[in-house]
C-alpha cells in the first residue's frame, strides 16, 4: 500500500535520518516537516504522521495535538522519549493513535508501518491494553454510584476518563461507533447527568481511574 508521510521532528536531521529509513516501507512520498506549528508546511494532507519531539519542551504534544486537528483522518504515531506508559496515554489523550517507546527500535517502527499499510487501525501497545485492564479491574470494584452501569459501560466510562478518541474506544473494545454512543447515552442517563465531562469527573471522583503512579506500581 502506498502511503503519504509527514514526519515531524524538533531536529531536522532526526526527522531526515526517520524518513530515510521508513522510504522502503510506505512506497509513496516522505515529507519531513518541523514540530513548530508555525513552520509546517505541506503540499498534500498526509495519510501517516509520525511525530518525533520532546517531553521536556513540550514539542512532541504539541505537534501531536496539531496534527489531529489539521488531519483528522491521519494515523498519528508519535516517537516517545519516555518508557513510561502513562506518558504514551498522555500523547494518545492528546490524539496519537499510538506511540513508540524510547526502547524501542527501528525494527518496531518498520512492523508499526506494515501494520498501518495493512489497514490495521488497533495500534495501541499491549502495555496500554493492560493499563487500561488495570482501570477496568479498579472499576469493578468499586460499589459506589458508578455501581448503576454495566460492565461494558463502566468500560466506557474509564477509557473516557483516560482522554482515549472515541474511535480508539470502539476499537479497543470491539464495538461499533453507534454502539459507543448509545453506551454513552445510556451512562449520562444512568447517572443523570448531562454531559460527559461530568460523567469523567464522577469516575474520577469514585476513582475508577486510579492515580498515574499508582497503577504503574
Avoid at 459506589?144 to 477509557?159: I, M, Y
Wanted: aromatic share 2%; net charge neutral.
Amino acid at each position: 500500500m502506498v502511503l503519504r508521510v509527514a514526519v515531524l521532528a524538533n531536529r531536522r536531521v532526526l526527522g531526515e535520518s526517520v524518513a530515510a529509513a521508513i522510504r522502503d516501507d510506505v512506497e509513496g512520498a516522505v515529507t519531513v516537516g518541523s514540530t513548530d506549528p508555525k513552520r509546517i508546511k505541506l503540499s498534500r494532507r498526509p495519510e501517516v504522521v509520525l511525530v518525533i519531539g520532546s517531553r521536556s519542551d513540550g514539542s512532541t504534544a504539541a505537534a501531536v495535538a496539531m496534527a489531529r486537528r489539521r488531519w483528522r483522518e491521519a494515523v498519528i504515531i508519535a516517537l516517545a522519549d519516555s518508557d513510561r506508559v502513562e506518558d504514551g496515554m498522555e500523547l494518545v489523550r492528546l490524539g496519537a493513535d499510538t506511540w513508540l517507546s524510547r526502547s524501542d527500535d527501528l525494527a518496531e517502527l518498520h512492523r508499526l508501518i506494515g501494520r498501518v499499510a495493512g489497514g490495521e487501525r488497533q495500534l495501541l501497545p499491549a502495555g496500554a491494553v493492560a493499563f487500561m485492564t488495570s482501570s477496568f479491574q479498579t472499576a469493578a470494584v468499586t460499589p459506589r454510584r458508578s455501581s448503576l452501569l454495566s460492565s461494558r459501560e463502566t468500560q466506557v466510562l474509564v477509557c473516557l476518563a483516560r482522554g482515549l478518541p472515541r474511535h480508539e474506544i470502539a476499537a479497543m473494545l470491539g464495538i461499533a461507533l453507534p454502539t459507543l454512543r448509545t453506551h454513552v447515552q445510556n451512562i449520562l442517563r444512568k447517572l443523570d447527568l448531562h454531559s460527559v465531562p461530568e460523567a469523567i469527573e464522577v469516575a474520577r471522583h469514585e476513582a475508577l481511574v486510579p492515580e498515574l503512579d499508582e497503577a504503574a506500581e
